[in-house]
């Protein structure tokens, strides 16, 4: 899957993306009856805790899909043995879901691998005596392999292998793997937009949902995990466009930090809204040390001006 999303978040993506009805990807959970619950949701048991990868719930029934999505071909077999055995009215408290049905939660293990390692996957699963379906996701399809799974709903959405076209929508764009540069590519380019969109000020909570898409189904050890990522991104983008941004720690009056957006670079840059908003780009993204320069990426401007495109004038004439 060619993506500029790491692997291992496209891997999430696809099953985030099955449970949703979207038209950019199929949607074989959602027309199942199934929906996103939750995401990187930790559950204790008799042997420790788990972390769940992602969680899929029934809208009409409570029966839990609990997916361990594979990036790599090794699977674990300690882990993949407690998510065989979960406990599915655990499950449901953890998810924070309420009950929607008269008989008892149910919860059933899938895992979710790139297509490239879906026969390691499989000889993983059967080596350590775990039955679980496993749904394989590559460029040109999406298939189910293994056991059946227990709905029959299910087994019937994956008979035949679904067609796509192109890589799950990025619904999950980073994690507590990201690197600084990639935190502060995204955290940039969310604040380029609060700009354009007139807001002054925000927290860094409230700014970690506007960068983390569904940063609210997250657990919340992981929710703790980006939300510091996003609060260090944001001190440092402030410390490197102090005119621009300005890095409020919290106090006793103030619970959390903020991030004061101090002016727009059309304020105070006479050679036009795209040229200062790409000045803006490249000094906030800078390195330290002039020894390392920062690689450029492809696109990266895109994104830092997405939000932004749509406004500019393309009659306006750029200074040199």
Known sequence: MSSPVPLRLQVVNAFISLCRADDAW?????????HLAGLEIPVRGEAGVIVIDAVAQH??????LAAECKSGANVHAEQARRLSELDAAALLRMVAAPAVGGAAPSVEAVFVCAG???SRILQGLAACKVAAPVIAVSDQAISGHGPAFADEFLNAAFSDAVPVTAPPPAYLTLDSESADEDVDEHVLAELVACMAQGVDDLTVPALAERVVQLYTRLGDGRKGVLRRKIDASARRLASRQPEQFAYRPSTGARRDPTIGILKSPEQHDPRGRTQAYQALARAATAPRSRHRPRPEV??????????????????EEEVE
Do not use: C, F, W
């Open 298 to 315: 492809e696109g990266q401007l895109d994104l830092l001006l997405h939000e932004l495109n749509a406004g500019v004038d393309p009659s």
């Open 59 to 64: 809208t009409d029934r409570d029966a839990l």
């Open 116 to 118: 490239e390692h879906l």
């Open 26 to 34: 199929p949607s074989t959970l959602h027309d199942a009856g199934y």
